[in-house]
């Protein structure tokens, strides 16, 4: 084999394990440090917009496959009473500090899709919620546009009509509602969320009164 060849095969084994290493990069997901007295599960139970009901559980739709994406990134779905509520961690949709959505997003969102449209008759409002760093305009303006590019991501869906549309809402959050007050990674992870509410209509005062003073958008 001349020089010329070895140069050729050199160059085309270099570019598959590129290619290998690109194809097997997965959303990573913060782990929870060895020392931790308390799980994901926990601190997410507590951030339902509805904390009157003490005990949140875990929902499961009729198919629990709905699920299986959104518990691989570190989310999870509760149900507290009439409200449910999904959990998606921000490291898997957004790139860091920005509202420029990750390519594995988009089916995250398809599945929220498929559980909304599961509950025709309730409301969703979208939060996203940041992690304290940063100035507070900085995350209130990130975290509206994190929350308002979701709600219009799901309405691209096709199971999503303009009835169920109509009854979506988003806020900002910023930091007002953090689920720890853990400054390490992991627990900045945990506080950097969107979260997806259904609940009834009539219970919107509830939700605002919970929401304090943020704007509410309707798009």
Known sequence: MNVRNLFVL?????LACVLSACSSKKTTVVAPPSSAT?????????????PSDAA????????????KEIR?????????????????PNDALFEPSTSSLLPGAYS???DVAKVIVRFPDQSVIITAHTDGIGSELYQAKLSRQQAQLIALVLWQQDRIDLTTFKRFKYAGMSNSLPVTEDTSPYGQSLNRRIQITIYPSREMEEIKSIL???????I
Request: net charge negative.
């Open 108 to 110: 995250l969102i398809e």
């Open 212 to 218: 304090g003073n943020q704007e509410i958008g309707q």
């Open 10 to 14: 050199f160059g085309v084994m270099s």
């Open 38 to 50: 308390v799980s994901r599960d926990a601190l997410f139970s507590n951030s339902l917009l509805f």
């Open 56 to 67: 949140a559980h875990f929902y499961w739709p009729p198919a629990k496959t709905l699920t």
């Open 72 to 88: 691989a990134v570190g989310g999870e779905i509760y149900q507290s009473g009439s409200f449910i509520t999904i959990v998606l």
